[in-house]
């Protein structure tokens, strides 16, 4: 497995017009938490900010039916931003780049650059699929190449990589000993601590589950010199 982190920069100097209308206020943003797409088309991001929450909250309202629902948290001297959103054609073609070849992002992801107007983003998988993210990324935004680097996962940082309730779902399911064996309980036993249902469970752990095996299996392939040229990052400048 390899991984790659490089910095995007759109080319209107937004990613989102909401964004915009954020920073025109002297909101800055600081990194991404999280991004959760659902299956609606709409986003769930957890985003650090920095600025008045009364200038947030005036620009969020002013930015109409684009915005779903928000929530401010305090974090220290920051503020998290949880935002329902319907992200813009950019926004939704970079999550779907990320999304068409299986690589896994690694959080958070950094704000860069003038006014924090880019966004650093390490990705996660291998070399053939990152090579083709860079190229598809780097034909709508621009793309700066930082470090393409070997991966050696570990517990910790594949956990990182769940959203906040796949990992309370995870813990829960262990807790209640549903990876144990034989297996003690079932989707529903998890369901009825979590105040959900089986099915949401279920889906939960499927997702989950997607998502550690195959950085954990794929790690264990010895790497060999035909590996490494291939997995070499495209050359080039940046659009």
């Known amino acids: 497995m390899r991984c790659a982190t490089f910095v995007i920069t759109p080319p209107r100097g937004y990613f989102d017009r909401g964004a915009?209308?954020?920073r025109e206020r002297g909101v800055t943003f600081e990194s991404v938490r999280n991004v959760d797409p659902l299956d609606d088309g709409t986003i769930v991001a957890q985003q650090v900010i920095r600025g008045e929450r009364a200038a947030a909250r005036s620009?969020?309202?002013?930015?109409?039916?684009?915005?779903?629902?928000?929530?401010?948290?305090?974090?220290?001297?920051?503020?998290?931003?949880?935002l329902h959103y319907r992200?813009?054609?950019?926004?939704?073609?970079l999550l779907a780049i990320h999304h068409r070849h299986a690589v896994v992002l690694e959080y958070p992801l950094e704000y860069t650059g003038a006014?924090?107007?880019?966004?650093?983003?390490?990705?996660?998988?291998?070399?053939?699929?990152l090579r083709r993210v860079i190229e598809e990324t780097r034909a709508i935004v621009d793309v700066e190449i930082e470090r393409l680097v070997d991966y050696e996962p570990s517990a910790q940082r594949l956990i990182a990589d769940l959203t906040a309730r796949q990992r309370e779902?995870?813990?829960?399911?262990?807790?209640?000993?549903?990876?144990?064996?034989?297996?003690?309980?079932t989707y529903g036993d998890v369901a009825a601590r979590l105040e959900c249902s089986a099915g949401t469970v279920g889906q939960h752990l499927r997702r989950i589950e997607a998502r550690l095996m195959p950085?954990?299996?794929?790690?264990?392939?010895?790497?060999?010199?035909?590996?490494?040229?291939?997995?070499?990052?495209?050359?080039?400048?940046?659009?």
Do not use: C, K, M, W
């Open 59 to 82: 620009a969020l309202e002013e930015t109409g039916p684009t915005v779903v629902d928000y929530h401010f948290t305090d974090a220290a001297e920051t503020t998290v931003l949880q």
């Open 215 to 239: 950085t954990l299996v794929g790690g264990d392939r010895p790497r060999s010199e035909t590996d490494r040229e291939r997995d070499r990052p495209p050359t080039g400048p940046s659009r």
């Open 87 to 93: 992200p813009s054609d950019l926004t939704r073609e």
């Open 169 to 185: 779902v995870l813990r829960v399911a262990v807790d209640e000993g549903y990876y144990e064996v034989p297996r003690r309980v």
């Open 20 to 22: 915009e209308r954020l």
């Open 115 to 129: 006014r924090n107007r880019s966004l650093r983003v390490s990705e996660i998988g291998r070399g053939d699929a």
